[in-house]
């Protein structure tokens, strides 16, 4: 097979006709897409598709997700260059690298220490300073770097867990697909002075979160 690797390109084409057509609009978002290669973060066998508009095994029996759903997910964080933020669900770290664009610390974890370790590797190898990768249980959070200006979850909870809203900080958004095992809704939990307000945006299909405040185990 001969292989396009024109993806700088593939990029650009990505951005406006997945991302702006369908209301992206945030322009550090979009900045952010611009420059991470996505085509490092697929497998090899599945490098044609680096830029589709669909998610793509990862292995493990994960995913890499769809870019909108990512782009949409970073703009709900509505994050600032100075914040802290935890992303439950490391994957292929392709989402963190985007989060790393956006503001001054990332943490992230996966239950799966292979895709964990793999992502660390790569991230690092991508010449990113600001990421901490962490292999457990994300359905608990990261207590020990709480608070956090934004939580992104980027697998399917039956409900927001409560580790999760304890440590987001006053001010910032939680962002969750929440509903059963085969689809859910996108959520933003927005931890005000006076309490949580839940927000509803889109309905969405991930991977189960697989954990104490998640699933209890594989389905
Ligand atoms: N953000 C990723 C990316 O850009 O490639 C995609 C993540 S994939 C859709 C969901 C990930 O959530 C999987 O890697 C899975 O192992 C992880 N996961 C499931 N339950 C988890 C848990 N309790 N804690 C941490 N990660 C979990």
Known sequence: MIKNLDFEKQREAMVNEQLISRGITNKRVL???RKVPRDKFVPEEYINEAYADFPIPIGSGQTISQPFMVALMTELLELKAQDKVLEVG?????QTAILAQLCAQVYTIDRVELLAHQAKKLLGELGYENIEVVSGDGSCGLEEHAPYNGIIVTCGAPSIPEPLKEQLAEGGNLVAPVGGNFSQVLTVVKKKA????????CSCIFVPLIGKYGWQKDA
């Open 90 to 94: 490391t994957g292929s770290g392709y």
């Open 194 to 201: 006076t309490g949580f307000k839940v927000e509803e945006n």
């Open 31 to 33: 900045a952010a897409f």
